[in-house]
């Protein structure tokens, strides 16, 4: 299968709050298949539903070593469905960040060194984790996409 066009920063649905995701149903898990799909074929370590024009609250993470963060941790991808911040840290920290609807730019963003989050996985199953570095940036940029908020909103 082909992968989703990727929305890019302008259209609508980038700004809109997602939607609950109730039915954990195989289109479900379809839609995060093609996400992953899209993922790895733009080269990103993360994608949220919005960007590939879906509504729902849903995303996938997949840190890996790369120029930016050598010693980020390599991770099979991770399908997140209906996620929160519980909490956290008082700790910011500023990185360089992309994204797949800002084509070839990067921002210096600030976000929190660690966080305590807690999601569903495909089969509705409630997960809950503390999360720091790089995934926990990663987990925060694709939550903004899910709360409507881009790199733009948030670059210092
Ligand atoms: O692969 C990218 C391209 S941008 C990317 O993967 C976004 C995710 C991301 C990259 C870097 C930090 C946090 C999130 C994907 C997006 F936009 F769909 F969310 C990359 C950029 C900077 C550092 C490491 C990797
Ligand atoms: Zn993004």
Redesign the pocket.
């Known amino acids: 299968s082909q992968p989703l066009p990727i929305a890019l920063v302008g259209e609508a649905i980038l700004k809109e709050h997602a939607i609950e995701v109730r039915d954990f149903d195989t289109a479900l898990s379809q839609l995060a298949e093609q996400m992953a799909l899209s993922?790895v074929a733009a080269?990103?370590?993360?994608?949220?539903a919005p960007?590939v024009h879906s509504p729902l609250a849903l995303f996938i993470m997949a840190s890996r070593p790369?120029e930016?963060?050598p010693d980020a941790p390599l991770m099979d991808p991770v399908v997140v469905v209906n996620p929160q911040i519980l909490s956290a840290s008082a700790e910011l920290v500023s990185g360089?960040?992309?994204?797949?609807?800002v084509p070839g730019q990067?921002f210096s963003i600030w976000r929190h060194q660690t966080i305590v989050v807690r999601y569903q996985d495909l089969a509705g199953h409630w997960q809950q984790t503390e999360l720091t570095g790089f995934i926990a940036?990663?987990f925060q940029?694709?939550f903004d996409?899910l709360q409507g908020i881009t790199l733009l909103e948030r670059s210092q």
């Open positions: 993922m080269n990103g370590v993360g994608i949220a960007q790369n930016r963060y360089e960040e992309g994204c797949l609807s990067r940036r990663i940029h694709e996409h």
